[in-house]
């Protein structure tokens, strides 16, 4: 009979929690959130002359109300695992949708 190796663990890590494995994933999201939040500052400069301007404040609330939820993904995404991941990345993704489809209406 074979004697196996003992495993040397890190104590002060519970083998029962989930392993964070999109940690590397921050920087990207990061760079994503920025490139929106330069899209809507640049919009929301062009507000003054935009010749109509109601429709454009509506827009602009919605496009900050978008980039609210992509913030929120940004913030979560690299921390979640398993369904709670999919399900953070699919909002991430709608949220990008909506913006591209806001700007082309902008």
């Known amino acids: 009979m074979a004697v196996s190796q ?6 002060r890590i519970n083998p029962s ?3 964070r494995v999109h940690l590397h994933e921050r920087p990207a ?3 994503l959130l920025r490139s929106w ?3 809507i500052a640049a919009a929301r400069a062009q507000l003054p002359h935009h010749p109509n301007r109601p ?3 509506r827009l ?5 109300g978008a980039r609210d939820q992509i913030a929120e993904s940004v913030r979560r995404l690299p921390t979640e695992v ?7 990345r699919h909002r991430l993704e709608e949220a990008v949708h909506a913006l591209e489809r806001l700007f082309d209406r902008w």
């Open 37 to 39: 939040d330069e899209r």
């Open 6 to 11: 003992p495993t040397t663990t890190d104590p």
């Open 82 to 88: 398993g369904d709670l991941y999919a399900e953070d």
């Open 55 to 57: 429709a454009a404040e």
């Open 17 to 19: 929690y989930p392993q």
């Open 29 to 31: 999201l990061e760079a």
């Open 60 to 64: 602009l609330i919605q496009m900050e």
